[in-house]
């Protein structure tokens, strides 16, 4: 069966790429993917499905099998841009202002498109079915897979496991990664505003001065992952973001706010991290007789694959496509919302190879210079469709 999926990875390769050049070049962000959904439920529809909606943006599909079982694996695609301008000279380049596909959703939404279209010209040979899972908001919190999970995406029929792929533009085009067990990092957002007493910067003495607080509760909250965490617990503590109400060079301004995040691989330190960093802060500026306000709004958990499921379809992924091209993942310490799906069912989140030299396709996602080498769609198409036929084998 692994030829003849491949026959039609191969045939449907350049009606896919140019699916996937539409969404490019028609970006939504978060939860306002309306234009993308409306495409893949037409496609869907072509096809021979009947799309639904879910979470407003969302859209999913059943592809039922010969009916030898009632098991039901899930295949999901997310559909949101990002707000960054794109830098490209190709044809295909966003049109819309300020947003740009710059992780890859638009390639993850068109090649579960493709793997619709593959496994419904051989549904006859599924031993069980395949719900196909469109989601919105990735990018954006509290998550569109949160909100599917709420909404029932999981059930009706219910998933007895679920495959994400997503493109990695450190691995070659032809190639793919997994890892088993522990993959992706939780993520919380952390938003600080420290107040001080404003002034003259000449007369620092008649003020309590926020800007050197901040960076006294930068400084310290370091410690919480030199000193507090467990060295063997992966933990990432970062600020990316310090503003201030200042308007000069000479103005101690009123107060500064400071945004960062706290990325980890285990609940419990998590939990204890954060009041760490609400503890720390708290007692740094009332030393200096400041105050703060800090809020830290919960993000995404961690993201685990499971090892059984994993490793049959790394056995699959070796049958599809040759061992040499199946590489093995390190922990990654960014994050996914995948992960929630994780929580719920067995889950297995994969890397498809999108890297390029010769073609000078080598910028990392999320920069405004993203894009794959496009060979890479054969592969995405062919292997999510041959993955979900092994499921069940």
């Known amino acids: 069966m692994e030829n003849r999926i491949k026959e039609l990875a191969n045939t449907i390769k350049s009606e896919i790429i140019e699916i996937r050049h539409l969404i490019h070049s028609h970006p939504e962000l978060s939860f306002q993917e309306e234009n993308t959904a409306q495409l893949v439920e037409k496609y869907l529809k072509n096809i021979g499905l009947e799309p639904k909606r879910i979470g407003k943006t969302g859209v999913w599909a059943m592809i039922n099998g010969n009916g030898n079982s009632n098991k039901t694996v899930a295949l999901r695609a997310d559909l949101d ?18 947003v740009m596909h710059a992780c890859g959703h638009d390639v993850h939404a068109s ?20 719900k196909l899972i469109f989601q919105p908001g990735e990018e954006k919190l509290p998550g569109g897979a949160s909100i599917l999970i709420k909404e029932g995406v999981l059930e009706n029929p219910k998933v007895d496991a679920i495959i994400g792929q997503h ?9 793919v990664g997994f890892r088993k067990g522990l993959y992706m990092a939780s993520t919380d957002e952390i938003y600080i505003t420290i107040h001080g007493k404003g002034g003259h910067g000449a007369m620092p003495h008649l003020c309590v001065d926020p800007v050197a607080i901040s ?3 930068i ?10 965490a467990k060295p063997i617990v992966p933990t990432v503590l970062t600020f990316g ?7 000069a060079t000479n103005i ?5 706010k400071l945004e960062g995040t706290l990325r980890t691989l285990d609940e419990e330190w998590r939990a204890e991290c954060k009041q760490l960093i609400k503890k720390i802060t708290e007692n ?9 306000e800090i809020i830290i709004e919960d993000g995404y958990p961690f993201l685990k694959n499971d090892e059984v499921l994993t490793e049959k379809l790394i056995s699959s992924a070796h049958q599809y496509m040759g061992t040499e091209h199946v590489e093995n993942l390190d922990i990654w310490m960014a994050a996914e919302d995948f992960a929630f799906y994780s929580q719920n069912v067995p889950a297995c989140f994969y890397r498809l190879g999108t890297r390029n030299e010769s073609k000078g396709i080598v910028s990392a996602v999320h920069t405004n210079t993203f894009d794959i080498d496009e060979d890479a769609i054969e592969t995405g198409c062919g292997l999510m469709a041959y993955l979900a036929y092994s499921y069940f084998k």
């Not at 841009?81 to 300020?98: C, M, R, V």
């Not at 740094?284 to 703060?292: F, H, I, P, S």
């Open 81 to 98: 841009a990002l707000p960054i301008q794109e830098k490209s000279n190709q044809p295909y380049a966003s049109q819309n202002p300020g």
């Open 111 to 130: 090649s579960l498109l493709g793997a619709a279209k593959i496994l419904s010209n051989i549904k006859e040979h599924l031993n069980g079915n395949v």
């Open 167 to 175: 493109v990695m533009p450190f691995i070659h085009t032809g190639n």
């Open 215 to 217: 960076a006294q509760v």
């Open 219 to 228: 400084v310290a909250l370091q410690q919480v992952v030199s000193r507090k």
């Open 241 to 247: 973001k310090i503003n201030s109400d200042g308007g």
């Open 252 to 256: 101690i301004p009123n107060s500064v």
């Open 284 to 292: 740094t500026v009332e030393a200096y007789g400041a105050t703060a």
